[in-house]
């Protein structure tokens, strides 16, 4: 736990530090050159990601999976940030991570003071790790869906702040939008695949308003895909999609609880 909590506090100061490059290259992108530390912020961002890992494997496997909400957050910064890396190997989009690492520099300290836990068996651990990838990826794509079409937005009316400008180019951002959602297209898929196994009577693990909506979510983002590759679709109808079809992912498990609340039954 020791070595966890260091490399845990290294990795959120390194994550600060990012942010802070990261946004003084936002701050004065008028007066720096398109590829200002550009180097230097991928490696810091990358030994940060590194350190988050280590940190997070040791309070997410004990011999089996420790799952809570903590542990989750944690996940979800992580995944982030490894994507944004992954990302950049093709285009310059480091300035994205100006809405990622301010919050993996908080949540990657959250699971060192979280005691309370579910424990989980092997099988059951991945399925819930690989529905928590498609849930971040697919919230990332949704967030950039929304930034794509507020640029895409002021770019039409000449109204580019700053943070606009500093962001990639409209071609590359819709570029980066249809990825995400492919890669997070593929882990719901597994997700839902998954869950198969576990399930064994919908309605009495009230599970039917939850399945409903997920695989109406995954129908929404397959045919957006299916839409973009054979009919073009692309822009702010592309956004439409990509928005709708991710509320409906979080009404799978946001409207479950409510309707099991409304029902008197803890899920």
Same mark, same amino acid.
């Given at each position: ?33 398109? #590829?200002?530390? %550009?180097? %230097? ?26 799952? #809570? ?19 950049? %190997? ?24 979280? #005691? ?48 606009? %400008? ?8 819709? #570029? ?92």
């Amino acid at each position: 736990m020791i070595i966890s909590g260091f490399t845990a506090l290294v990795a959120s100061l390194l994550y600060i530090f990012v942010s802070l490059l990261i946004w003084r290259k936002i701050r004065f992108v008028e007066k720096l050159e398109p #590829n200002y530390q %550009r180097k %230097r912020i991928l490696v810091i961002a990358g030994a940060a990601s590194l350190l988050h890992l280590v940190s997070l494997s040791q309070t997410l496997w004990q011999g089996y999976f420790v799952f #809570n909400f903590a542990n989750a957050l944690s996940m979800i910064a992580l995944l982030g940030s490894f994507i944004l890396l992954y990302l950049n %190997r093709r285009m310059a989009c480091e300035t994205l991570g100006i809405f990622i690492y301010p919050l993996a520099a908080l949540v990657t300290l959250l699971p060192i003071g979280f #005691n309370e836990h579910i424990q989980m068996p092997l099988e059951l651990g991945s399925h819930v790790l690989i529905s928590i990838a498609a849930y971040s990826i697919l919230g990332i794509a949704a967030a950039q869906a929304i930034l794509y079409s507020i640029q895409e937005k002021r770019f039409r009316k000449r109204q580019l702040s700053n943070l606009m %400008r500093a962001l990639p180019p409209l071609q590359q951002m819709e #570029n980066l939008m249809i990825k995400l959602v492919l890669i997070g297209f593929v882990f719901l898929s597994f997700a839902l695949v998954s869950g198969v196994f576990f399930v064994e009577d919908l309605f009495a693990q009230h599970l039917i308003h939850k399945t409903f909506f997920a695989f109406l979510s995954w129908f929404v983002y397959g045919w957006f895909i299916i839409g973009h590759y054979r009919a073009g679709w692309r822009g702010q109808k592309a956004v439409r999609y990509i928005i709708w079809a991710y509320v409906l992912l979080i009404l799978s498990f946001i409207g479950t609880e409510i309707v099991l609340s409304l029902m008197g039954i803890n899920g």
